[in-house]
């Protein structure tokens, strides 16, 4: 039984857009200059409703969700 059967989707990603950006302050500390990527991502559930899910990644965060999206897009091709 594949996980369709089972009622578990992941959704089709639609779109997907990055932006970097660096944090400069805080209520907490004056000075961070701490760069960061904030994500957006457009995903379809079966019925065709799309959702949009944003969050914000430190650079290592970043490049290693881009390593993943490139190993699944490798696997991909695979089949």
């Not at 594949?2 to 500390?29: F, N, P, Q």
């Amino acid at each position: 039984m594949d996980l369709s059967e089972r009622g578990l989707t992941a959704g089709k990603l639609v779109d997907m857009k990055w932006k970097l950006g660096v944090a400069v302050c805080s209520d907490e500390c004056k000075s961070l200059n701490s760069p960061f990527v904030a994500m957006t991502l457009k995903v379809a559930d079966a019925s065709g409703k799309i959702s949009t899910h944003t969050f914000e990644l430190t650079i290592p965060q970043f490049q290693n969700f881009s390593e993943q999206m490139k190993d699944m897009a490798a696997r991909m091709e695979m089949i």
